[in-house]
Structure formats: structure tokens, C-alpha cells
């Protein structure tokens, strides 16, 4: 059965650092992973879609890698703002299957 | 607008009392699913629909019933709802394109069961 676990479960920085959030998830054959991010009392926004086939997918100061050999993914987050504040999920799927959420890390950027 | 629309978004019932949440897509995506997201659990799969007509149990289908007679429609019922239904409710649909294999989430219905 496919566990994703995704550290640090919270984290705080002050304005204009560069983070890194991370994923990592227990069966290597899946076909996509995908980073989402959730505001309070909101749904979930896609933010990168990662092929299998791809090592990394980039959206503005976004960056997000992946290592299908060794069970991660990374988010990288540049020169943070405070609107970035909010719970990251990663999420993997296998063709076919159902998508596994991690738990998520909640970010606060603070000005 | 395009996309993926619940209704309601926020809702509160009774103990033993039926209701339904409604989720609507503008696309055409064959897959549909609907999630509970509660503190200390995260994301868990009620239910989900491969195409109009074909509905199969995810991780937590109790007390839960839907069904899908359109494509774009896919509507989760509680029969006799219960305060641990008590929840925020997402439905997403899949984009299922060469490589774009991905969700789409719709805002959420906060459900509470008093």
C-alpha cells in the first residue's frame, strides 16, 4: 500500500527566504505526482504536475523535482512572500488508481 | 465558468437526517471522485465514478451513497447522517490526457451534523 509522508509538518520563515518542503512515498512505480496547495477554508489549487518520465517541473518561483528511485519529491519555493502562506500536499498516483495525499505542510511566511 | 462547481458550501443538518451535495463539472472528464478532509486524517476517498453509470468505494464509502447518470454530475448523498460526517467535503474531477494526469478540486461543502 502506497504511504506518502511529507516533511516538516509546519514551517515558519520570514519574508524573501528559499524554502524547500518534501515528499516522500513508500511504492517508486507511480505514474505522476502532483503539488497542491490549500488556504484555509479553501480547496485544493494544483500547482505542479510531474510526469514520471520528467526529473522536474518549474511555475514561476516555483521548482518542484523528482526522484522515482529513491521515493521523493521536492518543492522548492523562492524568495518566499507572505502570500505563499498555506498547507503544501503532494499527492501520487498510479495509472489507474487513485491519487495518495500526504498529510501536508503548513507554511507560514511571515512579513 | 469552467470548472468544477459543489453546492452547497456550507450546510447544517441533523442527526438521521438525509442530504445530498452536488458536484458539477463543465469539461468532460471520464473520473470523478469525492473526498473527506478532517484534522488528523487529511484527504480520504469516499467514492468515485470511472464514467457516467460506474461508481466504485474508495477508502471510507459508509453512510455515503452517489450515483452518476451524467457525466457532469456526480451528486454524494448521506443516507442518516451522523456527527462523524461532520466534515469538508471536496469532489475533483481527473484530467486524464497523454501525460496530464492530474486533478481538478472544487471549493468544498462544509458539512456540519449537529
Known amino acids: 500500500k502506497q504511504e506518502v509522508t511529507q516533511i516538516p509538518a509546519a514551517l515558519s520563515v520570514p519574508e524573501g527566504e528559499n524554502l524547500v518542503l518534501n515528499c516522500s512515498f513508500t511504492d517508486s512505480a507511480i505514474y505522476n505526482l502532483q503539488w497542491f496547495r490549500q488556504d484555509p477554508g479553501k480547496g485544493l489549487t494544483s500547482l505542479l504536475l510531474?510526469?514520471?518520465?520528467?526529473r522536474e517541473q518549474t511555475s514561476g518561483r516555483l521548482n518542484a523535482s523528482l526522484d522515482k528511485s529513491s521515493g521523493r519529491s521536492t518543492l522548492y519555493i523562492a524568495a518566499s512572500q507572505p502570500g505563499d502562506s498555506a498547507t503544501y500536499l503532494c499527492?501520487?498516483?498510479?495509472?489507474?488508481?487513485?491519487?495518495?495525499f500526504g498529510p501536508g505542510t503548513r507554511l507560514s511566511v511571515l512579513p | 465558468d469552467a470548472g468544477i462547481t459543489q453546492s452547497p458550501r456550507y450546510k447544517i443538518t441533523e442527526t438521521g437526517r438525509q442530504v445530498t451535495l452536488m458536484c458539477h463539472q463543465t469539461?468532460?472528464?471520464?473520473?470523478m471522485f469525492w473526498y473527506r478532509q478532517d484534522l488528523g486524517h487529511g484527504l480520504r476517498l469516499i467514492y468515485y465514478?470511472?464514467?457516467?453509470?460506474?461508481?466504485d468505494k474508495g477508502e471510507v464509502p459508509d453512510g455515503y451513497v452517489v450515483s452518476r447518470s451524467k457525466t457532469e454530475n456526480f451528486p454524494l448523498t448521506l443516507e442518516s447522517a451522523t456527527r462523524s460526517q461532520t466534515s469538508v467535503y471536496f469532489c475533483?474531477?481527473?484530467?486524464?490526457?497523454?501525460?496530464?494526469?492530474?486533478?481538478?478540486f472544487g471549493s468544498g461543502t462544509r458539512l456540519t451534523v449537529v
Open positions: 499527492a501520487v498516483i498510479h495509472y489507474g488508481q487513485n491519487f495518495v
Open positions: 475533483a474531477s481527473l484530467i486524464t490526457g497523454t501525460g496530464d494526469y492530474g486533478y481538478t
Open positions: 469539461w468532460s472528464h471520464s473520473y
Open positions: 510531474i510526469q514520471s518520465s520528467q
Open positions: 465514478s470511472a464514467a457516467a453509470d460506474i461508481t
